[in-house]
């Protein structure tokens, strides 16, 4: 039987996430390891958080990590550049939680399951003018992505038209 629309809450429409928490062990060993394969801005920093920004997002890290390693909650990081970033993890000495799949997940030294992700493959997408003050412009969406978005009636004028 269809709802009957008349008699629904009015709810709030979510537009985004702002910004992930992660619970380290050590704000500075935290900044140190993420900041060997990611590039972003120290927001504000003290002993017990800090925070991190890539463009109109971040995280927001805080001491007291106290329960185990995450085995499916998880967070995605979307990249430029993923060959890079696995290289780089690589070369780090992490070790990814399934070699042969196309995703990039692995757990940060204090648990925190990680997924990498290139940007030009989903649908999640950056305004024109937040790309251009990253000096990521020149990024483009995949076919793919575009086709997906188009699904949902979002797809950008400008992305690959």
Avoid: C
Avoid at 23 to 31: H, K, M, P
Avoid at 72 to 92: P, Q, Y
Avoid at 108 to 121: F, H, L, Q, S
Wanted: proline share 2%.
């Amino acid at each position: 039987m269809p709802k009957n629309l008349e008699n629904t809450p009015r709810k709030a429409v979510a537009v985004g996430i702002n910004h992930v928490a992660l619970e380290v062990g050590n704000i500075e060993e935290a900044l140190d390891f993420y900041g060997r394969f990611l590039d972003f801005q120290i927001e504000s920093q003290s002993e017990t958080s800090a925070f991190i920004y890539f463009g109109d997002q971040f995280i927001n890290f805080m001491t007291g990590r106290t329960q185990a390693a995450d085995s499916g909650r998880h967070f995605g990081i979307a990249v430029d550049d993923k060959t890079l970033a696995r290289e780089t993890l690589l070369e780090m000495g992490v070790e990814f939680l399934a070699l042969d799949s196309k995703f990039l997940d692995f757990l940060d030294p204090w648990g925190n399951r990680v997924e990498i992700t290139t940007y030009r493959n989903i649908q999640f997408s950056k305004a024109d003018h937040v790309l251009k003050g990253m000096g990521l412009e020149h990024i483009k969406k995949t076919d793919g992505a575009i086709t997906e978005l188009k699904k949902k009636g979002m797809a950008p004028a400008s992305e690959n038209s």
